[in-house]
């Protein structure tokens, strides 16, 4: 369906029109799922680092895929997490993920949903902010 951006012509409350046009145009948003579910798995030594606020994955309407929470490397592997097919990048994507003390890593998520962080041993990471299309 093609976006209508039009508001009904009557009515007097705009934002309930506008809210009716956005709900007609627009489908409900995923739940975010949680790393080590849903298809997804936590790499070798690579843990959740906050069970208030967990490392999950969800897709939005548009086909963009969103990364949130904090990883914590427990070990000394460069391979944070595993992606479900369905949220794949269309091609290679690298973003820069940083840590509360300042430092900024490497942060890669190939075609296969396969992940590389440059944080070494002991490292944590945050990955709010990645956001990437889907294949």
Same mark, same amino acid.
């Given at each position: 369906?093609?976006? @209508?951006?039009?508001?009904?012509?009557?009515?007097?409350?705009?934002?309930? @029109?506008?809210?009716?046009?956005?709900?007609?145009?627009?489908?409900?948003?995923?739940?975010?799922?949680?790393?080590?579910?849903? &298809?997804?798995?936590? &790499?070798?030594?690579?843990?959740?680092?906050?069970?208030?606020?967990?490392?999950?994955?969800?897709?939005?309407?548009?086909?963009?895929?969103?990364?949130?929470?904090?990883?914590?490397?427990?070990?000394?592997?460069?391979?944070?997490?595993?992606?479900?097919?369905?949220?794949?990048?269309?091609?290679?994507?690298?973003?820069?993920?940083?840590?509360?003390?300042?430092?900024?890593?490497? #942060?890669?998520?190939?075609?296969?949903?396969?992940? #590389?962080?440059?944080?070494?041993?002991?490292?944590?990471?945050?990955?709010?902010?990645?956001?990437?299309?889907?294949?």
């Amino acid at each position: 369906m093609a976006f @209508d951006p039009t508001l009904p012509a009557t009515g007097v409350n705009k934002f309930g @029109d506008l809210y009716a046009v956005l709900r007609a145009n627009f489908t409900e948003v995923e739940a975010w799922t949680n790393i080590g579910s849903g &298809g997804s798995t936590w &790499g070798t030594d690579w843990v959740n680092a906050n069970a208030e606020y967990p490392a999950g994955f969800m897709k939005d309407p548009f086909g963009f895929v969103h990364l949130r929470g904090m990883a914590h490397n427990d070990g000394n592997t460069n391979y944070p997490i595993t992606l479900p097919s369905g949220f794949f990048p269309e091609q290679h994507v690298t973003f820069l993920a940083c840590y509360g003390s300042g430092s900024v890593y490497l #942060f890669a998520i190939h075609t296969d949903g396969t992940t #590389f962080c440059g944080a070494g041993f002991g490292a944590y990471i945050y990955l709010d902010g990645i956001t990437f299309k889907a294949a």
